[in-house]
C-alpha cells in the first residue's frame, strides 16, 4: 500500500544541506594540503598525504560506525518508535568508544606497520611520523563522533549536521591556517588543528543528540540494547561494510604506495588529484546521504512504490550535478591546481593527470549515490560485493598497466575500479527491494 510521497523539492530540501555540511570534509585535506604546499617542499605534502592515509585507513575501517548508525536511525525514524532511535546510537557507541581506546594503546606497532608499507623518502617519513604521533590521542573522538553524525543524518536532523559538520570543519580550516602559515608550525600545526576540532566535534555532537536522547530516555531503554538478535543484525550488516571498507582502503593503500615509489613529484600531485576526487564524492555524498535516510524511512514503513520513487529523483540530481563539476572543473583547471600549490614540477604532472578526475566524474557517481539506497535498507551484501570484485579488477589493472604506462596504468586501474562499482550497485537493485522489502526488520540482503 502507497502511504507516503517524495517530492523532487523534498529531497533538494534534504540534500542540499547534506552536500553542503559533508563537502566541508574533504575540504579539511584540501586545506592541509594547500597549506603545506606553500612551504615551497614537496616534502611537506608528502608526509601529510601519508599521514592522512594512515589514519583513512584506521578510521574508513570502521566507518561503519557511520554507516550502519546512519541506516538503523533511519529505519528507527520510519517505524516511529523511540527504543529502537535509542538502541541505534548506543549499541555502536560502546563499540567506537573501545576501538579508539584500542588504537592509542597499539600506536606503536600501527605506526611501525604503516611505515613499512610506504616506500617513502627520508624527509616525508619524518612529517609523516610528527602528524601521526599527535593525531592519535583523537582515536575514540573521532569513532564517536562517526556514531554522533550518523545517527542525526538518519534521523534527518538536517540543521545539527550542518552545525555539527561546518562548525568543527571551519573551526580546523581557521586552525590549520593560523597555526601553519601564521606561527609557522608546519605539519605540527596541521595535526593540532585538527586534534583541536576532533575534541570540539565530540562534545558538540552529544549537545546536539542530548535533547533528542535525554538520559532519563536513555537508561529506559537501556535494558535491551544487548539484545541477542539485534546484536546479530547489526553485527551482519556492519561486517559486510568492514568488507567494503577493507576493500576501499586495500586500493587507497597500493594507490598511495604506488605512486610514493614513482618519486616525491608524483607523489605530492596524486596528493593533490586525490583531493580533488575527494571533493568532487562528497558532494554526491550529499546526494548518497539523502537517498538513504529516504530509504530507511520507507523500509521502516514498507513503502516501496515511495522508495522506487526515491530512485528516480536522485538520478535527475545525479545527472544534473555530474554536468555541473565537469563544466566547472573543464573551466578552472589550473587554478584549482594552484591553490594546492605553486611548486611548477608538481603543477605540471597535476595538469597531466586531470583528465583522469573528469573520468572519475564519469563513472564512480552512480556507484556513490546507490550506495546510499543500500545503506538506508541496511541491504549490505551488495555493498561488499561491489568492493570485492572492484577491487580484484583494480588489483588485476595495476599489475598489468604499471610497467607499461606508469602513473597513466595506475590512474587507469583506478577509473576501472570505479566503474565496477558502480555497475554492479546499479544491477542489484532487484536484489534491494526484493530482500529490502520482505519485512519492515532491517535484512543484510
Partial sequence: ???????????????????????????????????????????????????????????????????????????????????????????????????????????????????????????????????????????????????????????????????????TNMLNILLDTLFVLYFHMGVAGVATATLISQASGLFLGILLISPQLPLNTIKKYSKGLLEASAMKKLASVNSDLLIRTVCLLTMTNIFVARGSSMGTDILAANAILFQLQYLIAYFFDGLANAASVFAGKFVGSGDLTAFAQTRSIAHLNLIGLVFILVAGLLLLDLPLIRIFTNIEPVVTLCEQYLFYILLFLLTMPLGLVYAGFYIGATCSAPIRNSLILSLLFFLLMENLLIPKWGNHGLWTAFIVFCAVRSAVLYFSWHQLTRHAFKAVQPSSC
Avoid at 560502546?94 to 611501525?112: N, R, T, V
Wanted: aromatic fraction near 10%; glycine fraction near 10%; charged fraction near 10%.
Fill in 1 to 167: 500500500m502507497h502511504i507516503h510521497s517524495i517530492s523532487h523539492k523534498a529531497y533538494i530540501r534534504l540534500a542540499l544541506p547534506f552536500t553542503l555540511s559533508t563537502v566541508t570534509q574533504p575540504l579539511l585535506g584540501a586545506v592541509d594540503t594547500a597549506v603545506v604546499g606553500r612551504l615551497d617542499n614537496p616534502s611537506f605534502i608528502g608526509g601529510v598525504a601519508i599521514g592522512t592515509v594512515i589514519f583513512n585507513t584506521l578510521y574508513w575501517l570502521f566507518g561503519f560506525l557511520r554507516v550502519a548508525t546512519s541506516g538503523f536511525a533511519a529505519q528507527s525514524l520510519g517505524q516511529k518508535k523511540l527504543e529502537p532511535g535509542v538502541h541505534a546510537w548506543l549499541r555502536p557507541l560502546i563499540i567506537a568508544a573501545g576501538i579508539g581506546l584500542l588504537f592509542i594503546c597499539c600506536q606503536k606497532p600501527i605506526l611501525q606497520g604503516a611505515l613499512l608499507i610506504y616506500d617513502a623518502e627520508p624527509d616525508v617519513t619524518v612529517h609523516a611520523v610528527r602528524y601521526f604521533r599527535i593525531l592519535i590521542w583523537g582515536a575514540p573522538m573521532v569513532l564517536i563522533s562517526y556514531v554522533n553524525l550518523g545517527w542525526l543524518m538518519g534521523r534527518g536532523h538536517v540543521r545539527q549536521v550542518m552545525l555539527l559538520q561546518i562548525g
